[in-house]
């Protein structure tokens, strides 16, 4: 089993720029590909991106492509995202997930959920 802690979200201006934690507990932190989602008020929880941890081998959906980078740190089990050149249209709670078996692209794939953090982008 693995749990998700969120942390580093917040209000910044429109340009700025926030650094996502998602720090996992569990000795199997490596076999699991780790996904950051979001979801505005009204809206459906989007795909954001995803990392493997084991090889780092990554994924962003077209929206946050050269904004915004995952990354992982294997020797703190933590994954995080980088989001730079904010737009008012990224706030959102952001949630990051751990897929065991999949490459987690939607909820469903998922087999565990962090509690999720605000991101509010003033314009």
């Known amino acids: 089993q693995v749990q998700l802690v969120e942390s580093g979200g917040g209000l910044v201006q429109a340009g700025g720029s926030l650094r996502l934690s998602c720090a996992a507990s569990?000795?199997?932190?490596?076999?699991?590909?780790v996904g950051w989602f979001r979801q505005a008020p009204g809206k459906e929880r989007e795909f954001v991106a995803f990392?493997?941890?084991?090889?780092?081998?990554?994924y962003s959906a077209d929206s946050v492509k050269g904004r915004f980078t995952i990354s992982r740190d294997n020797a703190k089990n933590t994954a995080y995202l980088r989001m730079n050149s904010l737009k008012p249209e990224d706030t959102a709670v952001y949630y990051c997930?751990?897929?065991?078996?999949?490459?987690?692209?939607?909820?469903?794939?998922?087999?565990?959920w962090g509690q999720g953090t605000q991101v509010t982008v003033s314009s």
């Open positions: 997930a751990a897929a065991r078996m999949r490459l987690p692209t939607a909820s469903h794939m998922c087999d565990y």
């Open positions: 990392i493997r941890v084991r090889d780092g081998s990554a």
């Open positions: 569990g000795r199997t932190f490596s076999s699991y590909t």
